[in-house]
């Protein structure tokens, strides 16, 4: 069964400062990873995504992710905080392929960047 | 241009009523999906119909049926409606290629059932 692990509820950074969110996943097979954003009483937004290529995947809003295989890793980053960035962030995975397809998702970590 | 819409936003309700949520997108993806979120956050697959089929049935108690009338309704009708059935209920959609790089998720602003 495929799973995914958020390890911080929470992050706090100062604006201007670089971010990290971390994730690690576990799945059968090659992974399909996603970043989402939550922000106060809104659904989920996609921010960007792995399917293959480049290690390096760049999203929305500045932020990028970075997928280290041998890790089983796909942290998400940003050079430079803004306090707009504040909000729940869900890492997610599914395999790239086979019957059970769904998305499954991190417990999420919110991110808090102080003026 | 609302993607993925769900009704009603916010639902109060008694216990042991029925009720349902409804969700439409005008994506024109061929895969939509039920997620229940927990007071702490945690979002989990309750349901997934391709193209109206059922495709994911997590283990759901059967009070939760899910209805689609064409690939862009999916909705949620819930039975006997109990105290912990409280909680936030999204709306997803997607593209459902055999290997398609396109399929991304695209989430409904949520429904907040409180059940008292």
């Known amino acids: 069964a495929q799973s995914v692990a958020q390890p911080e509820d929470q992050v706090n950074v100062a604006e201007g400062n670089p971010l990290t969110v971390k994730c690690t996943y576990s799945?059968?097979?090659?992974?399909?990873l996603f970043w989402y954003v939550q922000y106060p009483n809104r659904g989920l937004q996609f921010l960007l995504k792995?399917?293959?290529?480049?290690?390096l995947v760049k999203g929305s809003y500045g932020f990028e992710a970075e997928f280290n295989k041998s890790q089983t890793s796909f942290h998400l980053k940003k050079p430079s905080a803004l306090v707009s960035d504040s909000a729940l962030y869900f890492c997610?995975?599914?395999?790239?392929?086979?019957?059970?397809?769904?998305?499954?998702f991190g417990s999420g970590t919110q991110l808090t960047v102080l003026p | 241009d609302t993607a993925v819409s769900q009704t009603p936003k916010y639902l109060v309700t008694q216990m042991g009523n029925d009720k349902s949520i409804k969700c439409e997108q005008n994506?024109?993806?061929?895969?939509m999906y039920w997620y229940k979120q927990d007071s702490k956050k945690f979002l989990k697959i309750m349901f997934s119909?391709?193209?109206?089929?059922?495709?994911i049935n997590e283990t759901v108690p059967n009070r939760f049926s899910p209805k689609s009338p064409d690939k862009a309704h999916l909705n949620l009708h819930i039975n006997s409606l109990e105290l912990g059935d409280s909680a936030v209920y999204f709306c997803?959609?997607?593209?459902?290629?055999?290997?398609?790089?396109?399929?991304?998720?695209?989430f409904g602003p949520g429904t907040r059932l409180t059940v008292l």
């Open positions: 997803a959609s997607s593209q459902w290629g055999l290997y398609s790089s396109t399929d991304t998720q695209y």
């Open positions: 799945v059968s097979g090659n992974p399909y």
């Open positions: 792995y399917i293959t290529g480049d290690n």
């Open positions: 997610a995975v599914r395999p790239e392929s086979g019957s059970a397809r769904q998305l499954t």
């Open positions: 994506l024109g993806h061929d895969t």
């Open positions: 119909y391709n193209n109206k089929e059922l495709i």
